[in-house]
């Protein structure tokens, strides 16, 4: 902070290069993801001791939406990406965050790229990743290029892992994934599912 220009007034506060107090609102989810709440509020908790002038910003699901897709924020804590949560291949995730659908600030982002990242390094790895099939060994090496480059130059701060819990109930149908095959992530709201739903049969 002190290299692009700011300082601490004489009470330990931060200012930006203005001579203005630094401050920040955090935009985050309300009662919808309480984890997430939770996970907000310990970050602006730790931005106040460390001398900004910090807030919580906390909105419903839909209002939170749209000020992120449309920039209308200083910062926020939200999803953006899942780093191979559910498989090896990320285009369902990267897809976005092609150059080709880079919006600017206060116009509606495209997908996850709510950050507005582009870098002409990014562009070859998701080409790469749309050419080849879903299950390639080679996925998993595109995929150490992106964690590198995103680690580079760190569009997003990656803050935790998320649990999340999916009931399979088999009392009528059977072949989901298991520990001794997880052929894919059973989560039904993620895109992988389509390729639980061919697996799964009546109950013999």
């Known amino acids: 902070m002190i290299q ?9 506060k931060w200012l930006l290069p ?3 107090p630094f401050r920040i609102a955090l935009l985050a989810e309300g009662d919808t993801r309480p984890i997430m709440n939770r996970g907000a509020s310990m970050i602006v908790e730790n931005w106040v001791e460390f001398g900004i002038d910090a807030t919580l910003d906390v909105r419903d699901n839909a209002s939170r939406g749209t000020m992120a897709a449309m920039g209308d924020m200083d910062a926020e804590f939200g999803w953006t990406i899942e780093t191979w949560g559910g498989h090896p291949d990320l285009f369902f995730f990267l897809e976005s965050w092609h ?32 050419r080849i099939d879903f299950d390639d060994p ?11 480059l995103a680690a580079r130059e760190m569009p997003i701060t990656p803050i935790m892992s998320y649990n999340v819990f999916s009931v399979c109930d088999e009392t009528y149908w059977e072949g989901f994934p298991t520990a001794e ?6 989560v039904a709201n993620w895109a992988n599912t389509k390729y639980m739903f061919p697996m799964i049969k009546p109950k013999s």
């Open 18 to 20: 203005s001579g203005d």
């Open 181 to 186: 095959n997880p052929y894919t992530n059973p």
């Open 138 to 148: 080679r996925g998993v090496e595109l995929g150490i290029e992106f964690i590198k």
């Open 4 to 12: 692009a220009g700011c300082s601490r007034d004489s009470g330990g």
């Open 99 to 130: 150059s080709s659908f880079y919006r600017p600030s206060g116009e509606r982002a495209v997908g996850r790229n709510r950050m507005r990242w582009q870098h002409p390094d990014l562009d070859p790895i998701i080409e790469a990743i749309q």
